[in-house]
T-cell receptor, first 116, second 114 residues
Framework: AQKVTQAQTEISVVEKEDVTLDCVYE???????LFWYKQPPSGELVFLIR??????QNEISGRYSWNFQKSTSSFNFTITASQVVDSAVYFC?????????????FGSGTQLTVLP | DGGITQSPKYLFRKEGQNVTLSCEQN?????MYWYRQDPGQGLRLIYY???????QKGDIAEGYSVSREKKESFPLTVTSAQKNPTAFYLC?????????????FGPGTRLTVL
């Protein structure tokens, strides 16, 4: 069965610090997709990135970067030079190709607080 | 603008009452989903639908019901059989049934049972 673990429940940093959010997943599929979502205080989830299991290239988008390592089943998310507006809950999610698993399995989320 | 709307934003219910949460999307997406989020927890799937007039139970379907009569609408009814309905409910949609496409989320409905 698929599973996503975000061991960090809460993280607090001071503005301009770098912060890494960890995500570890379990799946039996060889083809799968990983996602990161941001949930600001308003509640709506905002899509950040999608990565398929065959693409292990790291990706950078502005202050955001993602490190995907199949060897350790991890898909970590780093925010560089954090800002107060980055304060939110961040979810990692997994979607498998096989069977009826046409939905996302979410981790429990990491609450990031960036202090001014 | 294209997107997903949920109403109401806040909903209060007395014990024993059924309530229906609305979810509408104008993205022309085939698949729609309902999730429940409890404080400090991730999202758990209640029901999902990949085409009109068809839907499947998710992980926590007991005490909930849905319908999918129109492509753009996927209402969720929280019945009196749901023992602990106070939660934040999120609706989502996705283009096609494939696992590679991201889900788009609505703003959510916060349900409180008095």
């Amino acid at each position: 069965a698929q599973k996503v673990t975000q061991a960090q429940t809460e993280i607090s940093v001071v503005e301009k610090e770098d912060v890494t959010l960890d995500c570890v997943y379990e799946t039996r599929d060889t083809t799968y997709y990983l996602f990161w979502y941001k949930q600001p205080p308003s509640g709506e989830l905002v899509f950040l990135i999608r990565r398929n299991s065959f693409d292990e290239q790291n990706e950078i988008s502005g202050r955001y970067s993602w490190n995907f390592q199949k060897s350790t089943s991890s898909f970590n998310f780093t925010i560089t030079a954090s800002q107060v507006v980055d304060s939110a809950v961040y979810f990692c999610a997994l979607s498998e190709v096989s069977g009826s698993a046409r939905q996302l399995t979410f981790g429990s989320g990491t609450q990031l607080t960036v202090l001014p | 603008d294209g997107g997903i709307t949920q109403s109401p934003k806040y909903l209060f219910r007395k014990e024993g009452q059924n309530v229906t949460l609305s979810c509408e999307q104008n993205l022309n997406h085939d698949a729609m989903y309902w999730y429940r989020q409890d404080p400090g927890q991730g999202l758990r799937l209640i029901y999902y639908s990949q085409i009109v007039n068809d839907f499947q139970k998710g992980d926590i379907a007991e005490g909930y019901s849905v319908s999918r009569e129109k492509k753009e609408s996927f209402p969720l009814t929280v019945t009196s059989a749901q023992k602990n309905p106070t939660a934040f409910y999120l609706c989502a949609s996705r283009d096609g049934g494939g696992p590679n496409n991201e889900q788009f989320f609505g703003p959510g409905t916060r349900l409180t049972v008095l």
